[in-house]
């Protein structure tokens, strides 16, 4: 009996991203978590910018993969996050942690966020406003 194929829900643009999600996890410098994180994003100009997390023997020196391709993005003249994947090495997908998430709030409110798994074959996708209800934002911060 042959199987059907079925329909990736993920547009090649997405596949892509995640694929430079999975390269950019092999360059995290992780020698105290062992936990290796790799995040690509694309901006509103279709532009694409990966980040690793660094990890640091002063532990909150450190900087999550997401928050190092933002940094990227801005540092060339970026300021809107499309789409933005997270992928590592746990067995299931992760999302952002709350830090990471205040940070994607900032530039890409309105972003879709996909998150992979160790190795690669689960792979969530939801909206930042789905995931973060609650931000707080730059409107909070008037009178």
Known sequence: MKRKNKESPFT?????????????????????SKYWVGS??????GKVFTGCNVENASYPAGLCAERT???KMVSEGG??????VVAASSQVPVFPCGMCLQVIQEFGSDCEVIAVNKKGD????????SLFPFAFDPEKLKG
């Open 12 to 32: 090649s643009e997405e596949k892509s991203l995640i694929k430079e999600a999975i390269r950019a996890k092999k360059k995290a410098y992780a020698p105290y």
């Open 40 to 45: 690509a994003l694309m901006d509103d100009r």
């Open 69 to 71: 391709a933002i940094v």
């Open 79 to 84: 300021k809107r996050i499309r789409k933005i």
């Open 122 to 129: 689960q792979i969530q996708k939801i909206t930042m406003s």
